[in-house]
């Protein structure tokens, strides 16, 4: 039995949660999703707050995935550990509040999530994410395995793609918020994008004011990042799995406006 999983890119701010909530369960039905995966680490810009979390639960969601910015408000602390469908990347050190791997019972299908950082150029505190994956395989039983690698190389990501190339169902990057055009199905059959893009507004930089960015690499003093506004766009992939196989038979780019 074919399943179709929806993977969504960073959820950048206000305006992009609200073009989450707003376009979100149009795009399941459209697509005929069954399971959805949201990175919603940048929802306050800088982290997420507990009500911010639930936000992107109810719109639809599945899985909340995290990143670098895991703890960019402090007040996620307790959620990460009440919840299941929160996660913040496995591979960071052990006294990090709350857990980077979660399987869903479906029903017909078990899945499991996966969250992972990369520590090339982004985090060299955290733990291997190859060696981290491996351990991971290894515990609980899963006919499919999914994996958001929040990285900033793209030759990690690309790395981690063909290390785990048959072993898991799907693997695909988050942090740059620019999607790549470079989906594809591994020669063993996992399904891989290196980036899935953002959610949050068009006409910005990463999410942010175009005029603060460009302040900062003018060397002047942009003052604290604030979210653009205007419209938005929703950016992340379907990956279609075979449940009988655990791997991936196609990979389609979304790009909602």
């Known amino acids: 039995m074919l399943y ?19 376009h979100l369960r149009a ?28 936000r992107i639960y109810d719109a ?3 899985a909340v995935t995290l990143g670098n910015h895991t703890f960019g408000k402090m007040q996620i602390r307790d959620l990460l550990e009440e919840v299941p469908w929160l996660l913040r990347p496995a591979n960071y050190n052990g006294r990090a509040p709350g857990h980077g791997c979660e399987v869903f019972d479906l029903g017909a299908v078990r899945v499991r999530v996966v969250n992972l950082i ?35 190389a793209t030759s990690e990501k690309l790395a981690l793609g063909y290390y785990l190339d048959g072993r898991v169902s799907a ?32 006409e910005s930089v990463l999410g942010i004011e175009p005029w603060q960015s460009v302040e900062s690499f003018l060397g002047g003093l942009p003052g604290r ?11 992340g ?10 791997l991936c038979t196609t990979v389609e780019r979304v790009d909602i406006r």
């Open 118 to 152: 990369g520590r090339c150029d982004l985090d060299w505190k955290a733990q291997d994410p190859f060696t981290t994956a491996d351990r991971l395989l290894k515990e609980g039983e899963a006919d499919l395995t999914l994996v958001d690698f929040h990285a900033e």
């Open 225 to 235: 990042y604030k979210p653009a506004e205007g419209p938005c766009k929703l950016q």
């Open 27 to 54: 795009l399941k039905k459209l697509k005929g999703i069954d399971f959805t995966v949201v990175n919603g680490e940048n929802a306050s810009g800088v982290g997420l707050t507990p009500e911010q979390a639930w």
């Open 4 to 22: 179709h999983i929806l993977a969504v890119g960073d959820v950048v701010g206000e305006p992009g949660l609200r073009h989450l909530e707003k």
């Open 237 to 246: 992939a379907v990956f279609t799995l075979d449940s009988a196989t655990g």
């Open 60 to 62: 639809g969601v599945d």
């Open 171 to 202: 693997v695909w990057g988050t942090h740059t918020h620019v999607p790549t055009a470079d989906e594809r199905v591994y020669p063993k059959g996992t399904g891989y994008l290196t980036d899935l893009g953002m959610t949050g507004p068009i």
